[in-house]
Structures are given as structure tokens and as C-alpha cells.
């Protein structure tokens, strides 16, 4: 894929300034395009005013950072510097100032030659047969999590909920790894970890170190040495094997159980948890001097709700996957709408469990219809759900006979929606939430005070 940019300018008419970066791209060797949305090309916007106009015209430009654009101003960068978080945060890749067109069309050059390497890979193989999605959250984040991959060598720290795929992220960044004589990908699950075993885990153990030693034993970093060592769910390790990891992650030496010598391990750590460790690190739960050993690269993977967009791309990848002799697979259209409107509390790990058993009852032969919907998956629509019904009478009219106003009575309804939707979900906070359409930080609130009345 050639670097291919496309010009655009801000205000009123063409410049000089616009014609001679247009002319200095192609002698750089960066092909202009001759209209915006060309298929691998960015956006060059010149723009000789920063304006609250401006950032309005790049957040359109770029759809909010799903297109690169880059704001190309023909001035120096302390001019330029009042404006430029704006404009980032409104979706420019990035600002340039330059006054000499030569140097500003090189600035660009290098940068399309990196963001080029980037979407390749993004379609290549190695990423498109475990990582799929179009949608704009998916695809920002996926570029950030690519570049690292194949541009840096340091650790990466993955948050997101359970069945976002942070697994299978480890294995892409491992496979576009650039180390020369790169080696294997060593997966340890930390919640899987003994506690009285952890040691011997990670570190490895002498010969005679303790009963049942009976020859000497590498762990998880001499097997990682040469490759990447991959950490799913750090957030769930006990406090004393956090302070034993805090040398090996920053030296990369540790010694063995039992041992005197201590070894060296090189390896790209990717840590992973569905924790939020920023609060775990705030109530004592993770230590802060690990936390940022392992956060020097944090990226947060959106959850399947964040990315409604991929929901029916994910599920025809999966059935073609699980009947790869069909052909094209297509669901029709009260399918399509059963998928995306269905809650996935386990994100893609869940639709994709969902999907296998749609595949066990379509019998193929056309578009899946809803007979292949699984029985206790049917759906039961608004319209044929009448709980606005004068069940709630005789509550209501008691309230309203001993004075209750209005407020109270909206406040005692949410109160027992509450009680109700955590019974249901056996207290989880976040199904709760989700079955609620509130923030789980709502549902926290209200069982933290119930906890206090409960105390007194």
C-alpha cells in the first residue's frame, strides 16, 4: 500500500501554501488523492486560522478519528500550540506547523509510512482470522494495540470485561512481534495460581527446594525468555506475590525457589485483567509500584455494547467458522435484529457461544430464521409484556392513603428495582446495571447505603 494523502483547506480558496505541499507530497513520494475518502489515504487539512471551526471541521472530516487527518499549518508550532489539544481531541492524528512546504510534505510522508504499516497488518492474516470488527471503537483501539505490537518491545496492561478477547489480543501482539528469534508465548493464568505453588510458578525451583521437588523445574519466565510472557487476570494475584514479581518485571532477573544464583529472563510482558485496577490500586487491593510496572502501555478493550456495529460481522465469522461447507452466510431479518438488540453480558465470548448453538439446529439451505433460535432464547417483546398493569395498584393506592407524594413513591419504585434486579442476578453489581440500563456505579451507591442502614 503506496502512502496516499488527500488535501483539503480550511476557509475560503486554494493558497500558494496548499499548491506547494500539493506538489512537495509527490515529490516525497506520497500520492495525492483526488478526493477525500480514497480507500488508505489520510487527510491533510491546511488551515492558516485556529478557530472553534476548525475543530468542528476536523471532527467531521475525520468521523472522530476513524479517518487520519492531519492539520497542516503553515506556521510555527508556538502559534500553532494553543490550538492543538482541541483539535486532538476532536479527532486529528496530529498537528503540524511548518512555514516551508517541503519540510511539512516530509512530516507527513513519515507518518503515512507508519499508519500505512499499520492498516496492513490490521488486514493481514495474523490479525484478521482472531480479531474482527469495523466499528470505530474497535478500530481506534485496535490501531493503538497494533502499533505497539509491532513498533515497541515493552509491556502492554489489557482492561476489559470478561469475553472481550484480551487472549487472543496477547496472540496477535505476539505474532506481529518484529524481535528477531522471537520464541513462544507463555500463558499463565493467575487465577489458577496456588498460592503455596506460586513461587515454583513463576520462578521456577531447585532440586530438594521442598517435598515432592524431585528434579529442578523452569517456570513461566525461563519459558518466556525470547518470547512474551502473558499474565491473564493480574489483578486476582494475592498481595505477597505481587511484591515478589516487582524485581523480575523491572530487572528481569529472579532466582529460583530453593536457588543462590540469580538468572536473567528477556520477554515482552502483556498482563491482562477484567478488574479495574485503578480502584483496586486506590483501596489497597493492588500495589501501586506494580501497578505501574506492568502500565507503561494501558489500553481498554470496549465491551461488546461499545461496538454494536460488529455484533452481526462477529456472528456470520463464527457460523462460517462452525460450517465452513455453507457458504455465504446470511440471518434474516428478524435475526439480525434478535442479535443486536440481545444483551451480551459475556461480550464476543458469549455471542460466540450463542452462535454454536444456533449452528446445532440450522439445517442450512438459506438464511438462518428464527426456528434455529434456541427455546429459552426467544425473545419476549415489549408489547407482550403488560407489567404496567394494576398489579401495581394496590401498593400505589396504599401510599397515596397515608399522604405518600409522588417523588416518594418514583424513589421507593427505584429502591425496590434495585433489590430486585440484584436478586435476579445473584449480586453482581454489573448484570444488575445492565439489566437496569444504569451505570453499575448506581447500583454500587445503592448497596453501599443499603449496607449502612443495615449497620445502624
Known amino acids: 500500500m503506496a502512502s496516499k494523502a488527500w488535501l483539503s483547506e480550511s476557509g475560503n480558496g486554494a493558497t500558494d501554501y496548499t499548491a506547494n505541499l500539493k506538489e512537495a507530497l509527490l ?16 487527510g491533510v487539512l491546511v488551515a492558516h486560522h485556529a478557530s472553534t471551526a476548525l475543530a468542528d471541521l476536523v471532527a467531521r472530516l475525520s468521523r472522530g478519528g476513524l479517518d487520519r487527518v492531519v492539520v497542516a499549518m503553515p506556521t510555527d508550532m508556538a502559534a500553532a500550540g494553543a490550538i492543538a489539544w482541541p483539535l486532538r481531541r476532536a479527532g486529528a492524528v496530529d498537528v503540524l506547523a511548518d512555514s516551508d512546504p517541503t519540510r511539512m510534505a516530509e512530516a507527513v510522508r513519515v507518518r503515512a509510512v507508519r499508519w500505512c504499516a499499520i492498516d496492513r497488518m490490521i488486514a493481514s492474516p495474523a490479525v484478521t482470522e482472531s480479531l474482527l470488527g469495523k466499528s470505530p471503537a474497535w478500530v481506534l483501539t485496535l490501531r493503538q494495540i497494533v502499533e505497539a505490537a509491532a513498533f515497541s518491545q515493552g ?3 489489557l482492561l476489559g470485561e470478561s469475553g472481550t478477547g484480551k487472549e487472543l489480543i496477547a496472540r496477535v501482539v505476539h505474532a506481529l512481534d518484529r524481535r528477531p528469534a522471537l520464541k513462544s508465548l507463555v500463558v499463565l493464568d493467575c487465577t489458577t495460581v496456588v498460592p503455596d505453588l506460586a513461587g515454583s510458578e513463576f520462578f521456577g525451583h531447585e532440586r530438594g527446594a521442598f517435598t515432592g521437588a524431585t528434579s529442578a523445574r523452569d517456570g513461566s519466565f525461563a519459558l518466556a525468555d525470547g518470547g512474551t510472557l502473558f499474565l491473564d487476570e493480574v489483578g486476582e494475584l494475592p498481595a505477597p506475590m505481587q511484591a515478589q514479581l516487582l524485581r523480575v518485571i ?10 543462590n544464583d540469580w538468572l536473567r529472563a528477556n520477554f515482552r510482558l502483556i498482563a491482562a485483567t477484567n478488574r479495574n485496577l485503578d480502584e483496586e490500586v486506590a483501596g489497597g487491593g493492588f500495589r501501586r509500584d506494580l501497578f505501574h510496572r506492568i502500565a507503561s502501555r494501558v489500553y481498554r478493550i470496549p465491551p461488546l455494547r461499545e461496538r454494536s456495529e460488529d455484533i452481526l460481522l462477529l456472528a456470520r465469522h463464527f ?38 448453538r444456533i449452528s446445532d439446529r440450522w439445517v442450512g439451505g438459506g438464511p438462518v430464521t428464527v426456528g434455529a433460535i434456541p427455546p429459552d432464547e426467544v425473545p419476549v417483546t415489549a408489547a407482550e409484556v403488560s407489567w404496567k398493569n394494576e398489579d401495581l395498584d394496590p401498593a400505589i393506592g396504599r401510599a397515596l392513603q397515608f399522604g405518600v ?3 416518594e413513591i418514583k424513589e421507593a419504585a427505584g429502591v425496590r428495582a ?5 436478586r435476579m442476578e445473584a449480586g453482581s ?6 439489566r437496569l440500563a444504569v451505570t453499575e456505579r448506581t447500583v454500587q451507591t ?3 447505603e443499603t449496607r449502612v442502614v443495615a449497620s445502624h
Open 27 to 42: 515529490r516525497a513520494g506520497v500520492e495525492v488523492a483526488a478526493q477525500q475518502g480514497e480507500e488508505g489515504a489520510i
Open 319 to 356: 457460523l462460517q467458522q462452525l460450517r465452513p461447507g455453507e457458504g455465504p452466510v446470511e440471518f434474516d431479518s428478524a435475526i439480525r435484529e434478535f442479535l443486536i438488540s440481545r444483551p451480551y453480558l459475556g461480550n464476543v465470548r458469549e455471542l460466540r457461544q450463542l452462535v454454536c
Open 155 to 157: 509491556s502492554l496492561l
Open 405 to 407: 407524594g409522588l417523588h
Open 250 to 259: 523491572q530487572e528481569h532477573t529472579y532466582k529460583r525457589v530453593g536457588g
Open 446 to 448: 445503592y448497596r453501599a
Open 418 to 422: 434495585l433489590a430486585l434486579a440484584l
Open 429 to 434: 453489581t454489573r448484570a444488575a446495571a445492565h
